[in-house]
């Protein structure tokens, strides 16, 4: 039985580039397939998770050092050189994801764009709202950039972004990356980087039902 796995992100998460990341041994090694879902975190997080807002308004917390210096950790133990945060942090991430959501029906080039994004953004700290350099990223991975910025003003392409966030937010997300494994009559959901073990087991449970 192949598993489908649904991957809602946002490029502009730390976490979700590690998990964007890590996750990909994962399908790899079990078989699974998985579908790339973009969406707005702004938008979750505005409709089920405020208390994120007030969370940064103070950096010296210790959970939040403790959060930093750990994600740096995961970052090397992935090889993952990430260069973060820039001078462009917290980044409005709405322009580059209505690319990917322009994107989202070819999933080869949804992928490539985004693993070109999270590079451009974690390790060269280039501005993810700015059109002008996501459409240099996507001319960089061979694709139209100029072509697919101007996508990301069509009301279609402002749609699906809106419904992928509505959507994630019905099944129970409340951050990037929500994950989604079907499972017995349901599905289960995991978040984060840090639970992708989790995900690895549910996927291999339900595979070998």
């Known amino acids: 039985m192949t598993v489908s796995v649904d991957f809602y992100f946002d490029l502009s998460s730390p976490w979700t580039c590690l998990a ?19 969406f707005l975190v702004g938008g979750v997080f505005n409709a089920v998770n405020q208390s994120v807002y007030s969370a940064r308004e103070n950096p010296d917390n210790p959970k939040f050092v403790h959060s ?6 995961w970052a090397a133990l992935a090889g ?16 580059a994801m209505r690319a990917c959501c322009a994107l989202e029906e070819d999933q080869a080039a949804l992928h490539k764009f985004a693993t070109a994004a999270f590079n451009a953004y974690y390790t060269d700290q280039r501005n993810l709202d ?21 996508r990301t003003q069509e009301q279609a392409v402002k749609d699906r972004l809106r419904a992928n966030t509505e959507e994630a937010i019905a099944r129970g997300a409340y951050g990037s990356p929500s994950i989604f494994v079907p499972f017995g009559d349901g599905e289960r959901m995991y978040f984060g ?7 690895n087991r549910a996927i291999k449970l339900v595979g070998n039902s």
């Open 20 to 38: 964007f990341h890590n996750i990909q041994p994962i399908i790899a090694d079990t078989g699974a397939k998985i579908v790339w879902k973009p």
């Open 68 to 73: 930093f210096r750990v994600m740096k950790d």
């Open 80 to 95: 993952i050189p990430m260069n973060f945060p820039s001078e462009h942090h917290p980044v409005k991430s709405v322009h």
């Open 130 to 150: 700015d059109p002008a350099v996501l459409a240099a990223i996507a001319n960089e991975v061979g694709m139209d950039g100029e072509a697919l910025v101007a």
């Open 193 to 199: 980087n840090d639970q992708l073990p989790l995900v």
